[in-house]
């Protein structure tokens, strides 16, 4: 499998949902798009094959939705992980007990912001904590 370089987050996520195993079990990271930040809190759109839609609007009116499937509202963020914003790419985890009782939106963790790229080794690139603007300089490992 060669390297493949998407043009934009959203057709990055849509490529997840469809190509890439997106289960959380055993807790696997897979990839999801930051849907709003709160202070060390975000919501994660989570892919997934049954449903690769990305919700827009406001935090308030994305809660008031009670169709929303494979969204976290309560994603912790990891400390290594840079600055995020609505639209960025991330892998999110959940704690297996979650995956198991099948409720793995309840809560997880954001380990890192990733890039549109997906690597010939099955992982996606990250980007560096250091800088906040920094360009990807490592890939880390992901189950999708």
Known sequence: MADRTFASNEEAFAYACEHLDCSLRDGRSVLGIVLGVQGHMCSVKVANRDDSLIPTGTLTALLAQSDLSHVCFSAMIADKVPQLQPGDLVL??????????????????????????????????????????????????SAT
């Open 92 to 141: 999110y985890t959940t704690m297996p007990e979650l995956a198991a009782a099948d409720k793995p939106m309840v809560a997880g963790t954001v380990i890192a912001k990733v890039a549109p790229h997906y690597t010939s080794r099955g992982t996606w690139q990250s980007y560096a904590a250091a800088s906040k603007s920094a360009p990807p300089d490592e890939s880390v490992s």
